[in-house]
């Protein structure tokens, strides 16, 4: 679903709306796909529409503005790992991936379809692929797929000329953060049968 033109007047309204909206504890998903290009060395940025771009350091800026709240990124486009390094920073929390490195281009699969990574990542977060394939990303049996099993099963499965890339912050968070709701809640407990008076010992 389109909401705005991918503008980038209309991607700062967004945020702005967003650091008005979310509160602490909220879940922000952020994924991004189509076409990244590099400017020098680590700077890079997204293809916006009518030739305009985002910078790795505005989209930097764009997420600090934001309350403290649970951040997950996934970026798609060639270069875009150049954004990692700008974004997952202290204090987070935020767990950022990426199909390719800051100087590397990112593949579409052999059938041209898909993005080699993200069709492996959605895959796994998913539990089936987008032909209704099922992949089973939950490596440690918990019941829920987190984003670092999510990124560890794409990059076993990308098989493109490409360097997947990974990081959180802080340290080990990935491990906790999911896009799913996790196990099972527990039962509603019965009310527990006994006398329903007592004498207390004074």
Known sequence: DIMYSCVLENVDMVFAEL??????????????????????????LFNLWNQEELLDSH??????????????CTF?????????????VPPGPIVASSACSHEEYSWAMENLEYD??????????????????????????????????????AEAHDEQQETPQ?????????????LWHGSVPPETPT?????DEWVRDV
């Open 19 to 44: 650091a008005d909206t979310l509160e602490g504890g909220s879940e922000l998903f952020i994924f991004q796909t189509d076409h990244g290009s590099s400017v020098s060395g680590w700077e890079t």
């Open 59 to 72: 989209f930097a800026e764009l997420l600090d503005a934001l309350p403290d709240c649970e951040i997950i």
């Open 76 to 88: 798609e486009p060639c270069f875009s790992g150049g954004f990692l390094d700008d974004i997952v």
């Open 116 to 153: 080699e990574y993200v069709f492996y990542w959605t895959a796994a977060v998913n539990g089936e692929d987008a032909y209704g394939e099922p992949h089973d990303a939950d490596y440690n049996d918990d019941g829920m797929v987190t984003m670092d099993e999510a990124f560890i099963y």
């Open 166 to 178: 990974y990081d959180d912050e802080p340290d080990g968070i990935g491990a906790i953060f999911s």
């Open 191 to 195: 009310t527990p049968e006994g006398p």
